[in-house]
C-alpha cells in the first residue's frame, strides 16, 4: 500500500505534536508540584479542590475577623480594667468623705482627689479604638459616650461579628449608665470644694454615690467578665478553624499533589516516544523510491 507524502508527514507531525504536548505537561506537573493543572487532567479532583479552595477562602475571612475582634475586645478589656481600679479608688475616698470626722479642709482636700478621679473615669468612658471609634458608644461610634453635658450619646445596640458558619459574636460593650454617674461625682466634688462644707452637711450625698458607685462597679466587673467569655470563644473558634484548614490541606494535597515516581516514568516514556519519532521521521524522510533498487 502506498501512504502519500503529505499523509505521511501529517502523520508524523501529529505523533510529534503529541509526544512534545506529553512532556511539556509532565514537566509543568513536576514543576509545579500539582498533579491536576486544568479540569479535564482529573475532572473529580477538580471539582473537590475547588471546593476546598472555597472553604479555605471562607475559613481564611473568618480567621481575619477573629483576630480583628479578639484585639478589639482586648482593647475593651483593658479599658474596663483601668475604669474598674478607678471606680475602686473613688470608693475608698469615699467611704473616707463619709466619715462624719472629717474637717471642712479635709473635704476640701477630697474635692481635689476626686475631681481627678472623675475626670480620669469620664476620659476612659470616652476611649476610642485606633480607628478613632468610641468603644463604648453602642452602634453609634462616631458619638461620645459622654459629651459634655452628662448624656449618653450612644445606644445599647450590639455590633456583631460573623466567625463561623452561621455564627456572630458580639464586637462590643456600652457604658449607657456611666453618664449620670459622672455628674453625680461632679456636683459631689463641687460641694465638696466649697469653703467650711461640715461632713454631715455632705453625708448624704456621699451615701447616695457610693450606692451607685456598687453598681457601677458591678455592672463593669459584669462586662468585663462577658469580653474575656467571648474572647474564649473566639479562641476555640480559631482553633476549630486552624484544624479544619489543617485537614482541608492535607486533602489538596492528596488530590492534587503530584506522584514524582509515576511522573517520572511518565517524563521517561515521553521523551523515548519523542526520540524514537524523531529518528523514525529522519529516517524515513531520507529514502527515496532509489533506495529500493
Known amino acids: 500500500m502506498r501512504i502519500a507524502s503529505n499523509q505521511y508527514h501529517a502523520t508524523m507531525n501529529s505523533a510529534l505534536q503529541a509526544a512534545n504536548e506529553g512532556l511539556s505537561h509532565v514537566m509543568q506537573q513536576m514543576a509545579s508540584g500539582q498533579r491536576v493543572l486544568k479540569p479535564s487532567d482529573d475532572s473529580i479532583a477538580a471539582l473537590r479542590l475547588a471546593r476546598l479552595s472555597r472553604e479555605e477562602a471562607g475559613l481564611a475571612q473568618y480567621r481575619d475577623n477573629i483576630g480583628a475582634l ?5 482593647t475593651s478589656e483593658v479599658m474596663l480594667d483601668s475604669i474598674k481600679e478607678d471606680l475602686q479608688s473613688t470608693r475608698d ?30 476620659y476612659l468612658s470616652n476611649s476610642k479604638n485606633a480607628e478613632g471609634r468610641y468603644l463604648f458608644s453602642g452602634t453609634v461610634s462616631d458619638q461620645p459616650t459622654v459629651d459634655a453635658a452628662y448624656a449618653f450619646q450612644g445606644n445599647t445596640d450590639t455590633q456583631r461579628v460573623a466567625v463561623g458558619e452561621a455564627m456572630s459574636v458580639e464586637a462590643n460593650v456600652t457604658l449607657e449608665d456611666m453618664a449620670p454617674f459622672l455628674k453625680q461625682l461632679k456636683d459631689l466634688s463641687d460641694q465638696l470644694a466649697v469653703p467650711g462644707t461640715a461632713a454631715s452637711a455632705v453625708q448624704p450625698a456621699v451615701r447616695a454615690a457610693l450606692n451607685q458607685l456598687d453598681l457601677r462597679l458591678n455592672s463593669v466587673a459584669g462586662k468585663i467578665g462577658q469580653l474575656g467569655g467571648r474572647q474564649t470563644i473566639l479562641a476555640t473558634m480559631e482553633d476549630n478553624h486552624a484544624s479544619v484548614s489543617l485537614s482541608n490541606q492535607q486533602t489538596g494535597l492528596a488530590l492534587g499533589q503530584v506522584n514524582y515516581g509515576e511522573a517520572a516514568t511518565r517524563l521517561n516514556s515521553y521523551t523515548l516516544a519523542l526520540q524514537a519519532t524523531q529518528k523514525a521521521y529522519a529516517k524515513v524522510s531520507g529514502l527515496s523510491l532509489f533506495n529500493a533498487l
Open 70 to 74: 479578639q484585639a478589639r475586645l482586648k
Open 93 to 122: 475616698l469615699l467611704v473616707w468623705a463619709a466619715d462624719g470626722v472629717n474637717t471642712p479642709d479635709d473635704l476640701n482636700a477630697m474635692s481635689g482627689s476626686l475631681k481627678t478621679l472623675h475626670d480620669s473615669l469620664l
